[in-house]
T-cell receptor
Framework: DARVTQTPRDKVTEMGQEVTMRCQPILGHNTVFWYRQTMMQGLELLAYFRNRAPLDDSGMPKDRFSAEMPDATLATLKIQPSEPRDSAVYFCASGLALGQGSAYNEQFFGPGTRLTVL | KNQVEQSPQSLIILEGKNCTLQCNYTVSPFSNLRWYKQDTGRGPVSLTI?????NTKSNGRYTATLDADTKQSSLHITASQLSDSASYICVVSANQAGTALIFGKGTTLSVSS
């Protein structure tokens, strides 16, 4: 049963500390998305990778957030330094983009990382 | 401004009853509309995806409708079960790649016995 995995599932840290969240996309998928979910804002897209290349990270605060895909099986989202306002659930999703002719591209979400910054 | 509005914000129904959730959007351009189910503590799971030319799509007891003229969509749940208790999120995509997604805040459904 192929699924997106994320680690850690829960992270509590103090303000100013570095946080790294990891995602393993479904094998064979070529797109990876990072989302943040809060009660106030709902789901927000932070970054998007296609074939490991970052295509859109306009939703991400660039001064402290960075997203990378060191290889096809690993995507990382790093926050340095973390702040209390970063407390949220961070989701990774992966999908298979079939090219311009596709009607739509399905995304499969991981279970999320619940981050609490004290 | 691109927006997706969902109503009601929350809903409580008895097991076995039907219910309908609403989604109104002002998104341009429009590529497709998605409904997701999110159980507490888990990631969203896709229920349906509809493009401009589709006005209804079913997935088991879930039926989504789309009226692209009035920019409204609904999700109808038939014969509700306790496992239907979740948040239902309407998402409109402004491009085919799915990178321009506008999310609704969701409707929280509670099904009681």
């Amino acid at each position: 049963d192929a699924r997106v995995t994320q680690t850690p599932r829960d992270k509590v840290t103090e303000m100013g500390q570095e946080v790294t969240m990891r995602c393993q996309p479904i094998l064979g998928h070529n797109t990876v998305f990072w989302y943040r979910q809060t009660m106030m804002q709902g789901l927000e897209l932070l970054a998007y990778f296609r074939n490991r290349a970052p295509l859109d990270d306009s939703g991400m605060p660039k001064d402290r957030f960075s997203a990378e895909m060191p290889d096809a099986t690993l995507a990382t989202l790093k926050i340095q330094p973390s702040e209390p306002r970063d407390s949220a659930v961070y989701f990774c999703a992966s999908g298979l983009a079939l090219g311009q002719g596709s009607a739509y591209n399905e995304q499969f979400f991981g279970p999320g990382t619940r981050l609490t910054v004290l | 401004k691109n927006q997706v509005e969902q109503s009601p914000q929350s809903l409580i129904i008895l097991e076995g009853k039907n219910c309908t959730l609403q989604c109104n959007y002002t998104v341009s351009p429009f590529s497709n509309l998605r409904w997701y189910k999110q159980d507490t503590g888990r990631g969203p799971v896709s229920l349906t995806i509809m493009t401009f030319s589709e006005n209804t799509k079913s997935n088991g007891r879930y039926t989504a409708t789309l009226d692209a003229d009035t920019k409204q969509s609904s999700l109808h749940i038939t014969a509700s079960q306790l496992s239907d208790s979740a948040s239902y999120i309407c998402v409109v995509s402004a491009n085919q790649a799915g990178t321009a997604l506008i999310f609704g805040k969701g409707t929280t459904l509670s099904v009681s016995s």
